[in-house]
Nanobody
Framework: QLQLVESGGGSVQPGGSLRLSCAAS????????IGWFRQAPGKEREGVSC????????NYADSVKGRFTISRDNAKNTVYLQMNSLKPEDTAVYYC?????????????????WGQGTQVTVSS
C-alpha cells in the first residue's frame, strides 16, 4: 500500500513562495505518476500539476503556469511543488496523489492513492 504525506504548507503574503513536499512510503519511480490537486472552500477539487513516473512529462493548470514548478527526487521518494508569486486565489488545501501509470500524467479521476492534504493560505 502506497502512502503519501504532504508537508510545507503555511501562511504567506501575496507574492510570496512556498515549497510543498510529497513523501512516499516506497519508491514511486518508474511506475507512479504523481499529481498535485487543491480544493478551496466551496469549490471543487482541481488539478494543479502532475509529473510522469520518470519525470519526463509535466502538466500545469493554466492558472499556475509560469508560477509553479513540479519536480521529483526519486532517490528520496519525494515530489516537490515550488510555488512562487502566490496569489490569494491559490488559497486551498493541497493534496498529492499517485496513480500507477508508466507514461504521461493527466488531471483525471484515475489517482488511487492520496495524502491527507496541507493547507496553503495566501493573505495580506
Amino acid at each position: 500500500q502506497l502512502q503519501l504525506v504532504e508537508s510545507g504548507g503555511g501562511s504567506v503574503q501575496p507574492g510570496g513562495s512556498l515549497r510543498l513536499s510529497c513523501a512516499a512510503s516506497k519508491s514511486t519511480s518508474p511506475y507512479y505518476a504523481i499529481g498535485w490537486f487543491r480544493q478551496a472552500p466551496g469549490k471543487e477539487r482541481e488539478g494543479v500539476s502532475c509529473i510522469s513516473s520518470r519525470g519526463g512529462m509535466t502538466n500545469y493548470a493554466d492558472s499556475v503556469k509560469g508560477r509553479f514548478t513540479i519536480s521529483r527526487d526519486n532517490a528520496k521518494n519525494t515530489v516537490y511543488l515550488q510555488m512562487n508569486s502566490l496569489k490569494p486565489e491559490d488559497t486551498a488545501v493541497y493534496y498529492c496523489a499517485a496513480v500507477y501509470r508508466s507514461m504521461g500524467c493527466y488531471f483525471s479521476d484515475e489517482y488511487r492513492y492520496w495524502g491527507q492534504g496541507t493547507q496553503v493560505t495566501v493573505s495580506s
